[in-house]
């Protein structure tokens, strides 16, 4: 069995920014619990600020923002989240190289992931829309339904998306060798370095010399 794995940020969709705060952005807009968004906005707009001060690596503020994101929807059932999970990701524009590989792969019978620090309810959106299945930052949910506001599981980004797919693999017999990974930023190395074919996607400055390092291909 052969698998490729594609990153969602700036790898299988346009740019680099994270779809998170978009979906903070949705929740706002549409006036979704305010009186509980309100601080966490303010918390994370004072991290913003220390991260430009580079006290705080990006990958470090994108946890937490994950973990604030999962505060505010705490105490909700996932289902009533839907809508908004719906228009983040009509909000999103596909990389149409990326998206041409991975039909590629699917059309040559090849396992596709996307793996994302996303959270899994919303990752599972995209994973509809692209046809793959989708491992993400696993959101702690009750036997009722209900989210607890918390992550269930390792934050799904560098060593963590390595971690979630190997333990995805578990159940098949997977020729790593003849696999494909997609990345876009160094944190993506982790993954790439598991298969025989890495790409990094137009990639940022440290990915590319590792890639150069590794000889993965450049996909301008």
């Known amino acids: ?6 990153d969602l940020d700036g790898t299988l969709l346009v ?24 601080p966490l906005l303010l918390i994370a707009g004072v991290v913003g600020l220390v991260r430009k001060l580079r006290l705080i690596s990006t990958e470090g503020y994108t946890r937490l923002g994950t973990r604030l994101i999962a505060l505010w929807m705490g ?17 999103q524009s596909v990389r149409p190289e990326t998206l041409a590989a991975l039909r590629r792969h699917q059309a040559e019978g090849t ?5 994302s620090a996303v959270v899994q309810p ?12 989708a491992l993400g930052t696993p959101l702690g949910v009750t036997p ?10 390792p934050f799904c980004s560098g060593a963590g998306k390595a971690e979630a797919v190997t333990r995805w693999a578990k159940g098949f017999e997977v ?12 944190p993506d190395a982790a993954v790439l370095a598991l298969v025989g074919h890495g790409v990094a996607v ?6 590319r010399a590792e890639a150069e390092r590794q000889g993965w291909q450049i996909m301008a």
């Open 1 to 6: 069995m052969r698998v490729a794995i594609f």
């Open 15 to 38: 740019g680099t920014k994270s779809v998170m705060p978009d979906l903070a952005a949705v929740f706002w807009r549409r006036g979704y619990r305010r009186w509980r968004g309100a």
């Open 75 to 91: 105490g909700d059932q996932v289902e009533n989240l839907a809508p908004y999970f719906e228009e983040t990701v009509g909000k």
């Open 111 to 115: 396992t596709c992931l996307v793996v």
């Open 122 to 133: 919303l990752l599972d959106r995209f994973g509809e829309q692209f046809g793959c299945t």
């Open 144 to 153: 009722g339904g209900r989210l607890t506001g918390r992550l269930a599981g």
């Open 175 to 186: 020729d790593w060798m003849r696999s494909w990974a997609y990345g876009d930023t160094l």
């Open 202 to 207: 137009a990639p940022d400055a440290l990915l």
